[in-house]
């Protein structure tokens, strides 16, 4: 195929990539209040591993949000840190704060997985909500997750939360999961269609109806999943059953890392344990390096030597025109969208090592722990 013919291709997928972050940007709902919550419970739960620093200004900002929250229990999971001499100290100045007690991980579960699992059994009310201990609550954030699931007859509401940065690596990088989920996922179809391709969630804030959340199997059917949050979403859906996910910036803030080391271990355990077979792995991977990084360095090559640079130019502005509508949206530095090429050849970097760390069974490792097999991944 003529090179030509292959620049306006990619120009093509790249304007495409860029009108689906636009309408994304604009229709995506953010999540509100619009009910009575007087009379709800809800179970907050917290999966906590080594989580000193955090787990204080989680706990805050969850018994702040008045008497919907029933219960807060937190899962020690065999932290080595003073993690639980915290939860204790918040136990005792409020009786609904409550430390589940840890259980040796067995063999085949992922250890977040175990801890929401044995959190959602040990849970009273018919409501769950699933935090991670990094998780900040604006008030009302938990009436809000509640009034939008009775609103719009959901089971499942995932809220997507601000992303907190604050070094210069994870400016840069950081954004890239925006990117990646929104230049590919259609919101509006999502809320439309019962589909289970259209399930997504984030693991830092997942509401789910209690007795549906027994019947779909809860986090015993996606024990082994390390890319655990959307795959529930997915089996929820499966399962006939109403998952969504909405804008929740308002609500929720996390700052999933801190250092370009958590960065790295934090997206190498999820990259490739995210597709379902090796050929969607490679293809994502493929269109990454070939749409969304090949033309930053073919446009001042093709300037340089004096002519066709259209596509290449097309494919450059769409890409980093998708980078501030979302940087816009999901109020991040907008100078980092300068910086896509390197982003993006950091990304294709850590697929690469993800991939090759499962696949040669070295295993990718988090908090401690690490996880060997590629439970999702097939030939």
């Given amino acids: 195929m003529d090179i030509g013919v292959i620049a306006w291709l990619i120009a093509c997928i790249a304007a495409l990539s860029a009108l689906v972050v636009l309408i994304n940007t604009v229709t995506w709902p953010a999540a509100k209040s619009s009910l009575d919550s007087r009379d709800i419970r809800v179970s907050v739960l917290v999966p906590a591993r080594n989580e000193e620093s955090r787990i204080a200004q989680c706990l805050d900002t969850v018994l702040t949000q008045g008497e919907v929250v029933g219960e807060v229990l937190v899962y020690n999971d065999h932290s080595t840190d003073a993690t639980g001499r915290i939860v204790d100290e918040f136990s005792r100045r409020d009786a609904r704060v409550r430390t589940i007690d840890s259980l040796p991980l067995p063999a085949d579960w992922c250890g977040k997985n175990y801890a929401c699992f044995r959190l959602a059994h040990a849970a009273r009310s018919p409501w769950l909500l699933f935090i991670d201990a990094d998780v900040r609550l604006s008030p009302g954030a938990v009436e809000a997750a509640v009034s939008e699931a009775l609103q719009r007859d959901a089971t499942m509401v995932s809220l997507w939360p601000r992303i907190s940065v604050g070094g210069f690596w994870e400016k840069i990088l950081m954004p890239m999961l925006n990117f990646v989920v929104f230049t590919a996922y259609p919101s509006w179809l999502a809320l439309k269609r019962p589909d289970a391709s259209f399930g997504l969630a984030h693991g830092a804030c997942i509401l789910a109806h209690r007795d549906t959340y027994m019947r779909v199997g809860g986090h015993e059917v996606v024990r082994d999943e390390i890319f655990e949050d959307t795959r529930l979403a997915r089996a929820w859906r499966q399962c006939g059953h109403s998952s969504i996910c909405l804008d929740g910036q308002e609500l929720v803030c996390v700052r999933m890392?801190?250092?370009?080391?958590?960065?790295?271990?934090?997206?190498?355990?999820?990259?490739?344990?995210?597709?379902?077979?090796?050929?969607?792995?490679?293809?994502?991977?493929l269109v990454h390096a070939c749409v969304f990084t090949f033309p930053f360095f073919a446009l001042p090559v093709c300037v340089v030597r004096g002519g066709g640079y259209g596509a290449w130019a097309i494919s450059v502005i769409s890409i980093i025109a998708a980078r501030f509508a979302l940087a816009m949206r999901f109020r991040q530095p907008a100078w980092t969208a300068l910086f896509h090429p390197i982003a993006q050849t950091v990304l294709i970097a850590l697929g690469l090592s993800s991939c090759w760390r499962c696949v040669t069974g070295k295993g990718v490792e988090w908090k401690g722990r690490s996880y060997r097999s590629e439970p999702a991944v097939h030939q």
């Fill in 257 to 285: 890392y801190e250092s370009l080391g958590e960065i790295w271990r934090g997206f190498q355990k999820n990259f490739y344990t995210a597709f379902h077979s090796r050929v969607m792995f490679w293809f994502f991977l």
